[in-house]
């Protein structure tokens, strides 16, 4: 079961117990506590130390840094056998609180371990010449993919060259000039003929600016209009019939040059296809032997060959000159003619590339950065695309591998979580646009074809974020199989306080720092014991260790130390602790100023101190408050008013109901529990949940109902159930620190101390003035079973006076209460 205590709208989640108590006879001695029960823990209790000569080392720099993870062995189990496993839908789901290493291990199994796998393919897209919206998809060779790639460059760059001298040449141009005059001649012989047949009618055929003309002849000459209509009538006719018959021969001759120039252009294009096609032939046949064993390369080489022949004219655009030139290589961003030609290196093919396993890591998993996406540039006030401007997105890149992404950051990114289940389930990667996958309407653009999916998704993400996923989405279950759960700590022992020496050395070599001495690494442990809350278990938050160690070598170098020291750590520790406690250091100062009140001396009847944590990111302080109760006769009834005003949570609420069942347990036998008691955490502003404070609450309400002052210089934590037991909360050690400080800040004089769970004295790791000031007998600490060694410390009376007082108090009110009451009320129904 999870506890949880919530002050001030921060929660704290709290441990079980370890071990269930039932009474205070069936308590033993723990840690320091002596059989009085009302003696205080001894101050090795307090805090489980190390002995800096019982690691059997002067420092980190004789050690091996360790290879890997500590006390994880569950959870990398779980990774190998999830990288492993090949089915598409065991995919793995890496979970633990953060800093814990989870990201390293993953990377590091596969780093070492996944070498030797076969080599993932290269990706390219290539024009689709019959649907250019099409992009079609080719598979390659790992590293054939650049060598396809510049082998088309090279292929352009020499037809850019070779087809402009061809065409410029001797031999071309002789045998176009060859259909030129054969058509032109044909032409020429036709006239030559009509022109002789009009010489011997006497009528010449003239060519003007406008075409052809025709006029009769006289005497060798060109008879003018004028004088022609002074001529006989009967010579006229005749003129003009011979006119229009060499008119009509003239009509049908010319009306045959369209059709001999479309032979002659056929002619010329049959020419032109017929050099085209032999320079084309020739700077392609290397890139096709080189591709001999890739059937789609050649396919598409044969139809990139047609396209050339078809359209040689590009490569004539770059005007008149030496055939011979050297021209510069193809541009493929601002030569617009032969983008048609290249290669998208789509994946692979890049240099630095490496033909090996993939293993992809993509920080900002949004819907392009996953899927890929289909870029555009604008040209001349449009946006233009085409399939060299598909990008390849991250599934693409591990495709044949691993891709490693953050749960959180995906689940975040719209579209993105979609996508890639639709890509898994699938097994498939269609580059597409996010608005196409809802429905929406979009500007027309290219569909390329899609590329086969084979990758191993690593999800890495927090339990709880796990387990809201297999709730709230049937999918995840079904895709994400394998389950990596990383612990936070490990037991306490001797052989895991080395181990713990070597991982600090391991992030000594890695951050390249000083060398820890024996003290420092005890200081560490220590703190890793606090870290994990409990004096038994150490904290693998390597990312939390990492950080101290940094620090602590930043001091040490401040010191002109060679080696971090056991001070530097502490150091470190203080001053993180004292950047983040501005709001704690404000809270107590309103304490001190009475602002908040809080009581450390003196006693008062309904009165107790409880103790609270406030949680701000990752540093955590206690807090006393406050908890007053007030009784009177009534109908069996304990208000929590923080309930009733809405501010206290499900389990406060369950808290103070377990009140009430303590009190009808223990009390209410025979007569009816005629109480009215009212119960609130006093300058509470903010939402109180969990039930830690439940045994303050009821200490407070026994004192009011016994009428039996509580010591305010001692403060309370704990839960408590309906037999009385006092149960494990979590926070203890701030709790302590907490109450400490405040009466640290009026001075100690001996009577101060805090109440806690007597399963919690495992969990105590409090700081060492604490310690100290139990040590010199200036602060206390009890620890408790039950409600009546509690209610002994805090009132100084017998728990069987404090009962019977309340008893008799509840026996009384029972009495007004049928005193008040009519006949008919008081009869039973």
Same mark, same amino acid.
């Given at each position: 079961m999870i506890f949880k205590w919530t002050k001030g709208g921060k929660s704290q989640a709290l441990v079980p117990a370890a071990a269930k108590t039932t009474s205070a006879s069936a308590r033993s001695e723990v840690d320091g506590a002596s059989g009085d029960l009302r003696l205080p823990l001894t101050a090795d209790a307090l805090r489980r130390s190390v002995d800096p000569g019982s690691l059997g080392f002067k420092s980190t720099a004789e050690l091996e840094p360790i290879d890997g993870l500590i006390g994880q062995d569950r959870a990398l189990r779980a990774i190998q056998f999830g990288a492993d496993m090949k089915a598409h839908d065991f995919n793995m789901f890496v979970l633990g609180p953060p800093s814990t290493g989870k990201s390293t291990a993953v990377k590091s199994y596969l780093a070492h371990k996944l070498r030797p796998e076969q080599h993932p393919s290269d990706w390219v897209y290539v024009n689709d010449f019959e649907t250019p919206n099409r992009p079609r998809a080719i598979r390659l060779p790992c590293g054939r993919a650049r060598e396809f790639s510049l082998g088309m460059i090279k292929a352009i760059d020499e037809l850019r060259a070779t087809l402009p001298a061809m065409f410029e040449g001797d031999e071309y141009q002789t045998r176009k000039r060859a259909i030129d005059e054969a058509f032109r001649a044909g032409q020429e012989s036709a006239l030559e003929g009509l022109n002789r047949k009009a010489q011997a009618q006497n009528i010449a055929i003239l060519r003007t600016p406008t075409g052809f003309a025709m006029a009769p002849i006289l005497e060798g000459k060109v008879v003018k209009p004028e004088v022609f209509m002074q001529l006989p009538e009967d010579m006229r006719r005749s003129v003009e019939t011979k006119i229009e018959a060499l008119q009509t021969e003239l009509e049908a001759l010319l009306g045959q040059a369209p059709k001999s120039d479309k032979e002659r252009r056929h002619k010329l294009a049959a020419l032109q296809d017929e050099v085209a096609t032999a320079a084309i032939h020739e700077a392609l046949d290397e890139l096709e032997a080189a591709f001999a064993d890739q059937p789609d390369v050649i396919a598409h080489?044969?139809?990139?060959?047609? @396209?050339?022949?078809?359209?040689?004219?590009?490569?004539?655009?770059?005007?008149?000159?030496?055939g011979s030139a050297i021209k510069p290589p193809a541009d493929t961003s601002r030569d617009a003619r032969f983008r048609r030609y290249l290669v998208n290196l789509f994946v692979g093919g890049q240099p630095g590339d490496v033909c090996e396993t993939p293993v992809v890591e993509e920080a900002n998993p949004t819907y392009g950065n996953l899927i890929g996406r289909i870029e555009h540039v604008a040209q001349m006030g449009n946006m233009m695309t085409d399939f060299l401007l598909v990008k390849a997105g991250a599934l693409h890149r591990a495709n044949g591998g691993y891709l490693l992404l953050d749960a959180r950051k995906l689940l975040l990114s719209q579209f993105a979580w979609e996508a890639l289940k639709r890509a898994i389930k699938g097994r498939q990667?269609?580059?597409?646009?996010?608005?196409?996958?809802?429905?929406?309407?979009?500007?027309?653009? *290219?569909?390329?074809?899609?590329?086969?999916?084979?990758?191993?998704?690593? *999800?890495?993400?927090?339990? #709880?974020?796990?387990?809201?996923?297999?709730?709230? %989405?049937? @999918?995840?279950?079904?895709?994400?199989? !394998? $389950?990596?759960?990383?612990?936070?700590?490990?037991?306490?022992?001797?052989?895991?306080?080395?181990?713990?020496?070597?991982?600090?050395?391991?992030?000594?070599?890695?951050?390249?720092?000083?060398?820890?001495?024996? &003290? &420092? !690494?005890?200081?560490?442990?220590?703190? &890793?014991?606090?870290?994990?809350? %409990?004096?038994?278990? *150490?904290?693998?938050?390597?990312?939390?260790?990492?950080?101290?160690?940094?620090?602590?070598?930043?001091?040490?170098?401040?010191?002109?130390?060679?080696?971090?020291?056991?001070? %530097?750590?502490?150091?470190?520790?203080?001053? /993180?602790?004292?950047?983040?406690?501005?709001?704690?250091?404000?809270? $107590?100062?309103?304490?001190?100023?009475?602002?908040?009140?809080?009581?450390?001396?003196?006693?008062?009847?309904?009165?107790?101190?409880?103790?609270?944590? $406030?949680?701000? &990111?990752?540093?955590?302080?206690?807090?006393?408050?406050?908890?007053? /109760?007030? +009784?009177?006769?009534?109908?069996?009834?304990?208000?929590?008013?923080?309930?009733?005003?809405?501010?206290?949570?499900?389990?406060?609420?369950?808290?103070?109901?377990? *009140?009430?069942?303590?009190?009808?347990?223990?009390?209410?036998?025979?007569?009816?529990?005629?109480?009215?008691?009212?119960?609130?955490?006093?300058?509470?502003?903010?939402?109180?949940?969990?039930?830690?404070?439940?045994? /303050?609450?009821?200490?407070a309400l026994l004192s009011a109902l016994a009428d039996a002052p509580i010591n305010q210089a001692l403060a309370v934590t704990g839960a408590v159930n309906q037999r009385g037991d006092v149960q494990a909360i979590?926070?203890?050690? #701030?709790?302590?620190?907490?109450?400490?400080?405040?009466?640290?800040?009026?001075?100690?004089?001996?009577?101060?101390?805090?109440?806690?769970?007597?399963?919690?004295?495992?969990?105590?790791?409090?700081?060492? %003035?604490?310690?100290?000031?139990?040590?010199?007998?200036?602060?206390?600490?009890?620890? +408790?079973?039950?409600?009546? #060694?509690?209610?002994?410390?805090?009132?100084?009376?017998p728990a069987a006076d404090v009962h019977a007082a309340v008893e008799a108090r509840l026996a009384t009110f029972a009495r007004q209460l049928k005193a008040y009451q009519t006949p008919q009320e008081a009869t039973p129904s």
């Amino acid at each position: 079961m999870i506890f949880k205590w919530t002050k001030g709208g921060k929660s704290q989640a709290l441990v079980p117990a370890a071990a269930k108590t039932t009474s205070a006879s069936a308590r033993s001695e723990v840690d320091g506590a002596s059989g009085d029960l009302r003696l205080p823990l001894t101050a090795d209790a307090l805090r489980r130390s190390v002995d800096p000569g019982s690691l059997g080392f002067k420092s980190t720099a004789e050690l091996e840094p360790i290879d890997g993870l500590i006390g994880q062995d569950r959870a990398l189990r779980a990774i190998q056998f999830g990288a492993d496993m090949k089915a598409h839908d065991f995919n793995m789901f890496v979970l633990g609180p953060p800093s814990t290493g989870k990201s390293t291990a993953v990377k590091s199994y596969l780093a070492h371990k996944l070498r030797p796998e076969q080599h993932p393919s290269d990706w390219v897209y290539v024009n689709d010449f019959e649907t250019p919206n099409r992009p079609r998809a080719i598979r390659l060779p790992c590293g054939r993919a650049r060598e396809f790639s510049l082998g088309m460059i090279k292929a352009i760059d020499e037809l850019r060259a070779t087809l402009p001298a061809m065409f410029e040449g001797d031999e071309y141009q002789t045998r176009k000039r060859a259909i030129d005059e054969a058509f032109r001649a044909g032409q020429e012989s036709a006239l030559e003929g009509l022109n002789r047949k009009a010489q011997a009618q006497n009528i010449a055929i003239l060519r003007t600016p406008t075409g052809f003309a025709m006029a009769p002849i006289l005497e060798g000459k060109v008879v003018k209009p004028e004088v022609f209509m002074q001529l006989p009538e009967d010579m006229r006719r005749s003129v003009e019939t011979k006119i229009e018959a060499l008119q009509t021969e003239l009509e049908a001759l010319l009306g045959q040059a369209p059709k001999s120039d479309k032979e002659r252009r056929h002619k010329l294009a049959a020419l032109q296809d017929e050099v085209a096609t032999a320079a084309i032939h020739e700077a392609l046949d290397e890139l096709e032997a080189a591709f001999a064993d890739q059937p789609d390369v050649i396919a598409h080489l044969v139809a990139a060959r047609a @396209d050339m022949i078809r359209n040689a004219a590009l490569f004539l655009a770059d005007g008149e000159g030496d055939g011979s030139a050297i021209k510069p290589p193809a541009d493929t961003s601002r030569d617009a003619r032969f983008r048609r030609y290249l290669v998208n290196l789509f994946v692979g093919g890049q240099p630095g590339d490496v033909c090996e396993t993939p293993v992809v890591e993509e920080a900002n998993p949004t819907y392009g950065n996953l899927i890929g996406r289909i870029e555009h540039v604008a040209q001349m006030g449009n946006m233009m695309t085409d399939f060299l401007l598909v990008k390849a997105g991250a599934l693409h890149r591990a495709n044949g591998g691993y891709l490693l992404l953050d749960a959180r950051k995906l689940l975040l990114s719209q579209f993105a979580w979609e996508a890639l289940k639709r890509a898994i389930k699938g097994r498939q990667i269609k580059v597409e646009q996010p608005t196409e996958t809802v429905g929406m309407m979009t500007a027309q653009t *290219l569909d390329p074809a899609p590329i086969p999916l084979d990758v191993k998704v690593i *999800l890495f993400g927090d339990r #709880e974020l796990y387990y809201t996923l297999a709730q709230a %989405d049937p @999918d995840f279950a079904r895709l994400f199989k !394998v $389950q990596a759960d990383f612990d936070d700590t490990i037991a306490r022992s001797s052989d895991n306080d080395r181990a713990y020496a070597r991982l600090i050395a391991s992030i000594v070599k890695e951050h390249s720092l000083k060398a820890v001495d024996a &003290g &420092g !690494v005890a200081r560490l442990i220590e703190e &890793g014991a606090r870290l994990a809350d %409990d004096r038994e278990k *150490l904290s693998i938050e390597i990312g939390r260790i990492a950080d101290i160690v940094r620090e602590a070598d930043y001091w040490a170098g401040q010191e002109k130390r060679k080696v971090i020291a056991s001070a %530097d750590v502490a150091k470190a520790i203080d001053e /993180a602790r004292d950047r983040a406690s501005r709001l704690r250091d404000r809270a $107590q100062e309103m304490v001190e100023r009475n602002i908040v009140l809080i009581d450390t001396a003196g006693s008062a009847v309904g009165q107790i101190n409880g103790l609270t944590v $406030q949680q701000l &990111g990752t540093f955590a302080f206690g807090r006393p408050a406050r908890i007053t /109760a007030r +009784v009177r006769m009534g109908q069996g009834r304990v208000t929590d008013i923080e309930r009733e005003v809405n501010l206290g949570g499900p389990l406060h609420s369950k808290g103070v109901m377990i *009140l009430w069942g303590f009190l009808a347990g223990r009390y209410a036998h025979d007569t009816p529990l005629a109480l009215a008691a009212s119960l609130v955490f006093e300058q509470s502003y903010g939402g109180v949940d969990g039930d830690s404070a439940s045994s /303050a609450e009821l200490y407070a309400l026994l004192s009011a109902l016994a009428d039996a002052p509580i010591n305010q210089a001692l403060a309370v934590t704990g839960a408590v159930n309906q037999r009385g037991d006092v149960q494990a909360i979590g926070g203890v050690n #701030e709790k302590i620190e907490g109450f400490f400080d405040l009466c640290a800040a009026r001075g100690l004089d001996g009577t101060h101390g805090v109440l806690i769970p007597q399963a919690n004295t495992q969990h105590l790791m409090v700081r060492e %003035d604490i310690v100290e000031a139990v040590t010199d007998g200036k602060f206390r600490i009890y620890a +408790v079973a039950s409600i009546d #060694e509690g209610i002994e410390l805090l009132t100084g009376r017998p728990a069987a006076d404090v009962h019977a007082a309340v008893e008799a108090r509840l026996a009384t009110f029972a009495r007004q209460l049928k005193a008040y009451q009519t006949p008919q009320e008081a009869t039973p129904s």
